[in-house]
T-cell receptor, first 112, second 111 residues
Framework: DAGVIQSPRHEVTEMGQEVTLRCKPI?????LFWYRQTMMRGLELLIY????????DSGMPEDRFSAKMPNASFSTLKIQPSEPRDSAVYFC??????????FGPGTRLTVT | EDKVVQSPLSLVVHEGDTVTLNCSYE??????LLWYKQEKKAPTFLFML????IEKKSGRLSSILDKKELFSILNITATQTGDSAVYLC???????????FGQGTRLTINP
């Protein structure tokens, strides 16, 4: 299995631009998680889906952030408009039922 | 609010030393505690602990959970430079499925 796939691996954009991060979970996994990691705040859960349905989005910082999971093999995290404080590494993880989560390689986002 | 606190935040030792990393937690309806190792990229899974007093072991790494005192330790014996990483502890509440992570312990093994 290829593991969790994320794209792009690096994204540099200017403040105010829209950013879309993509994730393909491991086949057969029915839960998908979006995390953000910064030096200051560590690893934070933003939102997670179970069977393509958003279960808990309480970690989403504000309305500029949105996430979708149109099918079992694809999810997006969108930031519109982006701000410099959104600069972080964004991880996608997937799991099967209640077992351990497997993380993707992450997308390093820099907003200038 | 669910909380995970790891200590120390940073640790530097020499190759061959034994290290103990600590993780304490507060969570409603605890289900499991997980340890991850993060090198330059994504966290990779090490252990999942659900029961007190049962040691999980994988090579030179071992971990144990104390549900009464609400903490876990991760031991690494005969450390090697390849053990240098950030070690993350996370807890899961029953029914919630989401993980709450600690800040991590940055472990550096010097040759």
């Amino acid at each position: 299995d290829a593991g969790v796939i994320q794209s792009p691996r690096h994204e540099v954009t200017e403040m105010g631009q829209e950013v879309t991060l993509r994730c393909k979970p491991i086949s057969g996994h029915n839960s998908l998680f979006w995390y953000r990691q910064t030096m200051m705040r560590g690893l934070e859960l933003l939102i997670y889906f179970n069977n393509n349905v958003p279960i808990d989005d309480s970690g989403m910082p504000e309305d500029r952030f949105s996430a979708k999971m149109p099918n079992a093999s694809f999810s997006t995290l969108k930031i519109q408009p982006s701000e410099p404080r959104d600069s972080a590494v964004y991880f996608c993880a997937s799991s099967r039922d209640f077992y351990e989560q497997y993380f993707g390689p992450g997308t390093r986002l820099t907003v200038t | 609010e669910d909380k995970v606190v790891q200590s120390p935040l940073s640790l530097v030792v020499h190759e061959g030393d034994t290290v103990t990393l600590n993780c304490s937690y507060e969570v409603t309806n605890f289900r499991s505690l997980l340890w991850y190792k993060q090198e330059k990229k994504a966290p990779t899974f090490l252990f999942m602990l659900t029961s007190s007093g049962i040691e999980k072991k994988s090579g030179r790494l071992s971990s144990i959970l104390d549900k009464k005192e609400l903490f876990s330790i991760l031991n690494i014996t005969a450390t090697q430079t390849g053990d240098s990483a950030v070690y993350l502890c996370a807890v899961e509440a029953r029914g919630a499925q989401k993980l709450v992570f600690g800040q991590g312990t940055r472990l550096t093994i010097n040759p």
